[in-house]
Each structure stands twice: as C-alpha cells, then as structure tokens.
C-alpha cells in the first residue's frame, strides 16, 4: 500500500541569497495567483474560515432545522450549498490521494471518511515542515530482515556442510542441499496499518459475528429467507452445503496434469478492481482451482487476511486482499460453485478468514490436509506433499513474515505463489492414491469430501472474554499463585482485554503472557518494577502505567486466602 507523503517543501540545502534585497525576490517568484506572498494566503484563508465558522454558527438546529426545512427555499438552497460543499471536499480528497467517495456515503461514514482525511492531511504537513529542519522522514517501507539459525543439540548432531549465512535472499527452485533450513523475519519499520483506510468498520466488541454477505451467488435457499430465519449469525451457506454431492467427474481417477514450471507460468498481481475483473473472467473457465491465505495477526485484535493467492492449470494470481478487501466477495460465484473444485490445504482457519474478511464462502473443498490423513501419511504438512509428490523441498525461510508489507517484496511474492502452484498436481496425484486405496471404490475419496465439507460449514467465532478468561494462560503457566497474585492476574487480562479491543491491536501487543504472569506473581510496589518486568517495555505498558500500577496496589489489598460463602 503506498504511503503518500504529500508535495514536496523548499529544500533546506538551497542556497540562501545573502544580501537583503533577496526577501524582495522570493515574494515575486511566489507563484500562487492572486496573492503576492504566503502571508497574503494564510491571512487570506483564516479570514475566509471564520467567515465560514461564524456563519455556520448561525444555522438553525434542532427543532428550528426542522421548522425551517418546511419551506421550499430553505430546502433547496440547503441542498445546493450541501452538494457545493461534499464537491469542494471531494476535489480536497482527491488532491491530497485519500482514497473513498465521500458522496455516495451515509452521514456518519462520510465523518469518518473527512476525519481520516485531516489525519492524512496533518501528517502531510508534519512531513513537509519536518523536511524543511532538516528532518527528512523516509516514506519508503524499510524492510528489516533477521535470520533465526536452526537449534543444534550437541555437537553430534552438527551438520559439517550446514553453515547458517547471514540474511540472504533465497533462491525459488528445487533445493538439493542438505542444510538445515534457516527462518527469516521479514518485518518493516514503517508499515502503515492497513485497517485504518479499511471502508467497513471493525468490530472487536464482544457481540456475535454477524456475516456481511450482501447477495449469495449458486443459491439453493433464496438470501432473502436466509436472513429472515436466521438466529446468531447462521452460516448462509450451510443449506446448500448439507444437501452438495460431488459431480461424478470428480469421483473418477485422472491423469495429472503436470504443473508448469515457475518460469513458464505467467504471475499476475491483482489490486485494482479492473484486475479483479479480469481474474475473476479467467477463473470461471477452468473446473479447480488451487487457493491459500496469508495472514497477519499481531498488529490487529482479530487478525487480517493480508493476501490470497489463486493457482489455475496455467496461471498464478496473488490478491492484494488489503487493498480489494470490501471487493472480493464477488469471488462467490466460483468459490460457492458446486461444480468448481477449491483446492486447499489446511483449511481449517482459511474458511473462516474468508468469511471474517471478504464475505467469502466456499461449497466443494478438496483439502489435501485431510487426504493425507486418509492416506496415513507420515507427516501431513504441504512441505511433505511437495517433496513426496514433485520433489519440490518447500520454501519456508519467510513463514514469519509480515504480509501487510506493501509493495510486497520479490521474496514474499515467489513465496506465496509457491503455496498454490503445485497444489492442483497434487489433488489429482491424491484423488488417484484415494481411489487406490479403497481397490477402485469411491469411499474413502467421499469420505475425505466430506470432512472437506464439513469444514465449510464452520463459523467464524469472535473471541470472547468470559469470568475464566484469565484462567488458560494461569493453568498453560503451571505456577500456584495466592489469591493476590489471582486477583492480579484476573485484573491485568481484562484490561490487555479491554485496551487490544479499542485500539485494535493483539493481547500479545499490549502484554505478551509471561510478562502479565510476571506482574502478577511479584506484585511490585512501584511503578518502576512493573517495567522491570517487561523486555522489552511494549508502549501499551508505558502509557497505561499508571492504571496498571493501580491495579497492583488494589491486588496487593486483597485477602491472601479467598473467602468462600457457603450458601444452605
């Protein structure tokens, strides 16, 4: 996602005429029309805003609004000067790259939309004044990369051809080395959090989800009864679902279609909606389709589906899901297609991504997850499926990466298409095995469609706080704590609860498990030894230091013992 950092000011390192006639040139060369100098504009404007302000002021309200909007008149000037106004706000909008059409928005989205707008225009202004001390802020996302070398125990178990280099770009092909893989990081100092300039608003609150699905494509039970018979969010699929059979094509050995290489298969990157179009056209050719998710869940309280990557017998497509969030439900008319195959593996969390995000929902899954199960696979990872189906050794050096990173680097968009690309090869070397292994019957293949199915019909749940929320993390900690350290510990979960929730960031943001724990166990009298606790000190802790020094001292109060009532 591109960071705009507005137009650029008088650089500080042009040379300064030194004599005093030199004020007089710059007023001449200031080109504004209409206005001999930049004062004569400042003055020029702050008069016009409170002009403005002052009138405005003098509207009626209320009641005397609604009395005044009974005469003709008023209506129409009313609207006039309105569509004069949203038309100077959209021209502002536009000028300075906020993206959203401020007009076709009901009242309280267009606040929202003018609010982001003053934010996007104050940090413009910050940049260029900035830029003028001197200060010049990079508006590029600085990419950090760190390696994480493989554990060794002992020096027995020492590879003498590993050697873990430092951070190096990896190379996207059949690997024959045997050294021990090395994870990276791939992280960015400045990545702008992609939520804020989403156009739905993000509910963190504790109420049920509620799927946004606006039109349901391949319907057998009309949306419209959907929504009036639903009860706590009801999957609008699941109808369709209970009564899928599997095309009998589907249900018959094939000869695999060998994949393409990278380098013969063309990769298109889709982020706008004319692209999106487009994709979607080329989609509905073909009867399967291989399809994965990248996700990002530290910098957001119920995470973010960051990319798709889409795979057919002749092209890859990584979608910029960030960007086409409030768009891509539109893939509904092949994703809930009975007679398109959805390839993927593991699709457990996938499913309900889909939903959470892009209103996405999927009817005939083929999972190869749950066929390897079927098959008694030593290992049911897609790593073990690449190497054991296209002798492909899997590329998992960025599998920590931070997929809101935009532009997306070369490394994560070779990456992410390598997760999809071999997959429909794969579904139809399994579909066969399938087959083998129950003598030619189709039993074993249908019953791993329909755990497939069955993991469509799953629900996106959002995460609940509850009395014994506190609890998980104390039994997963195995320490015994008093009923101060209890108390403390109950306290400090619902408020990282309650401050991720607002500010839409993970409880492991706010106050990672083992620091909470930390606090809670040694209950420090003073503010200073909250923070000895926690390295590094997460920003949340020292901002709300006060309130969590508060909490402490109120633990510290407690009875040691916790009195039980015995009620008869």
């Keep these: 996602m591109d960071v705009n950092s507005g137009k650029k000011a008088p650089s500080v390192d042009s040379p300064e005429p030194s004599t005093s006639s030199s004020n007089e040139t710059k007023e001449e060369e200031f080109t504004l029309p209409g206005y001999k100098s930049l004062d004569d504009f400042i003055k020029t404007c702050t008069a016009a805003l409170v002009q403005s302000t002052q009138l405005s002021n003098k509207l009626p309200s209320k009641d005397n609004w609604e009395y005044y909007m009974t005469f003709n008149s008023f209506q129409k000037t009313m609207k006039s000067e309105g569509t004069n106004i949203l038309h100077t706000v959209t021209k502002i909008l536009s000028n300075q790259k906020v993206k959203g059409n401020i007009s076709q928005r009901d009242m309280d989205e267009q606040l929202d939309l003018v609010v982001d707008a003053n934010d996007t225009i104050l940090e413009h202004v910050a940049n260029n004044l900035d830029e003028m001390d001197g200060i010049r802020r990079n508006p590029e996302v600085e990419l950090i990369e760190a390696a994480i070398a493989p ?70 039970k009309p949306l419209s009864i959907l929504l009036e018979m639903s009860e706590n969010g009801d999957h609008p699929y699941e109808y369709e679902l209970d009564r899928f059979k599997s095309p009998e094509d589907q249900l018959k050995k094939v000869k695999p279609t060998i994949y393409k290489s990278l380098e013969e298969t063309p990769l298109f990157m889709v982020g706008r909606p ?17 399809v994965d998710l990248e996700h990002h869940s530290y910098r957001t309280f119920q995470g973010i589906t960051c990319l798709m990557q889409i795979s057919t017998r002749d092209t890859d497509y990584i979608i910029d899901t960030l960007e086409l969030r409030d768009k891509l439900h539109c893939l509904n008319d092949v994703f809930t297609n009975p007679s398109v195959v959805k390839v993927f593996h593991g699709a457990d969390h996938d499913v309900e991504w889909l939903q959470r995000d892009l209103s996405v929902y999927l009817v005939n899954l083929f999972d190869t997850h749950q ?26 050096q960025y599998q920590l990466a931070d997929w809101r990173i935009r532009p997306l680097p070369k490394e994560l968009r070779n990456y992410a298409r390598e997760d999809t690309h071999y997959l429909l090869y794969i579904y139809d070397t399994m579909k066969n095995a399938l087959l083998d292994a129950a003598n030619g019957k189709t039993n074993i293949l249908e019953s791993v469609l329909q755990q497939s199915t069955e993991i469509c019909k799953k629900r996106y749940w959002k995460p609940i706080l509850t009395e014994d929320s506190h609890m998980g993390v104390y039994r997963h ?12 510990l109950k306290e400090l979960y619902r408020w990282r609860d309650k401050v991720a929730r607002e500010e839409d960031e993970s409880i492991g943001f706010i106050l990672p498990n083992h620091m909470m724990l930390q606090i809670a166990d040694t209950l420090p009298r003073e503010m200073q030894g909250i923070l000895a606790c926690c390295n590094p000190i997460p920003t949340t802790v020292r901002k709300n230091l006060v309130n969590l020094h508060q909490i402490v001292l109120k633990a510290r109060e407690q009875p040691l013992t916790k009195v039980v009532k015995l009620t008869w």
């Design 151 to 220: 554990t060794i125990s002992g020096s027995w178990n020492v590879n003498k051809q590993m050697v873990v280099p430092n951070v190096h770009r990896p190379n996207h092909g059949n690997h024959s080395s045997t050294a021990a893989p090395t994870v990276r990081l791939l992280t960015a100092k400045n990545i702008e959090r992609p939520q804020v300039k989403f156009k739905d608003r993000l509910d963190n609150s504790s109420a049920p989800f509620e799927p946004r699905i606006k039109d349901k494509p391949n319907a057998l």
């Design 274 to 290: 004319e692209e999106l179009a487009d994709m979607a056209a080329d989609l509905a050719k073909y009867s399967e389709i291989a």
């Design 371 to 396: 066929a390897a199960k079927a098959l008694n696979f030593p290992h049911l990872s897609l790593a073990y499926l690449l190497q054991h189906y296209c002798k492909v050794t899997a590329n998992k």
């Design 477 to 488: 900690s195995k320490k015994l704590f008093d009923n101060q350290q209890m108390f403390a």
